[in-house]
């Protein structure tokens, strides 16, 4: 089974090896906009150019590839126009699949690292097609893909609702959820300003604005 | 959220210790928090094993757990934020003028 965490220094919370091994079902499990093997493919690029590790994937057009990388190892270097050029041959939904896959990935390899702890080795590919659910009420706005609503980062990847419903879930084991983001006296592990302290110096050595 | 956290709470901070490390943070075992966040991120494996060590002394095992989850869910949303060009209000941007300035972050917008 995955996400034991036996090799952890601590014991870790079993809501995160619950969190991490849905995440890793879903990995694997044919997607909104990409197969099982396509969303794996993924992972395996984005980790490729983050960590610079495995082969590169065989399944992914190149253009995808790219877009995993960027999104795993340079997102600060993105740009509008590099958005546009990768969904005018993408599609902007396949697009926002792949910043989902990519982000949640990045969160389980950094939570791995942070506690001295191998990363996990990818999922076995699931058969099947993705559902191709397309996101009526998805418009463009101030942001540079469309979305749900207005400009939120809780609305992000809206455009395909799978890939929004799977960051929120990530959200609240890891950091609060977003209802619980209002509490500021809240304390666990750590105050609320120990974490916001963490959040803020990460951002900054993410380059990361927002 | 760490201003309106630490003022909700009167805890000390100096939000300079964000960007520049020589800068004592104030906050409680927040210089330890800081060395392990540096260390998860841009650190070697013999920086993250001292780090972890140091922020288990303070914070206990739930702590550094906790500490390891919020880098962990930051690097999530900081590539959603900038992969899907996600804008700051005008309202947060207003009220974190100071802030930004203090901690020398304006450079860092590319919207």
Known sequence: ?210 | MLRASTEVTSTPLDPRSITDRSVDPLLPDGSILLDFVDAALIGDDSERSATRSAVLAVVGPTGLVDAAGVIANFEMMNRIADATGMPVGKGTLKRTAEWRDLIGINGLNHL
């Open chain 1, 1 to 210: 089974m995955p996400f034991t965490f036996d090799a952890a220094p601590v014991d870790v919370r079993p809501d995160i090896g619950r969190l991490f091994r849905r995440e890793w079902n879903r990995l694997a499990t044919p997607g909104t906009w990409w197969d099982g093997r396509e969303r794996v493919d993924i992972a395996r690029a984005a980790r490729r150019a983050r960590f610079g590790a495995d082969e590169a994937p065989s399944s992914l057009p190149t253009v995808a590839i790219e877009a995993a990388g960027a999104t795993s190892s340079r997102p600060a270097s993105i740009r509008r126009s590099w958005v546009e050029t990768i969904a005018t041959d993408l599609g902007y939904p396949r697009y926002v699949e792949i910043v989902g896959i990519t982000s949640r990935l990045a969160a389980i390899d950094t939570f791995h690292l942070a506690l001295g702890m191998d990363p996990e080795s990818p999922p076995e590919p699931e058969p099947g097609e993705p559902s191709r659910t397309e996101e009526p009420h998805a418009r463009p706005g101030a942001a540079w893909v469309p979305m749900v609503g207005g400009a939120s980062i809780t609305q992000a990847l809206s455009l395909v609702d799978a890939e929004s419903v799977a960051q929120e879930d990530m959200h609240g084991p890891l950091y609060l959820t977003y209802e619980g983001m209002a509490e500021f006296d809240y304390v666990a592990g750590l105050s609320r300003a120990q974490m916001e302290l963490v959040a803020a110096r990460t951002s900054a050595i993410n380059e990361c604005f927002y």
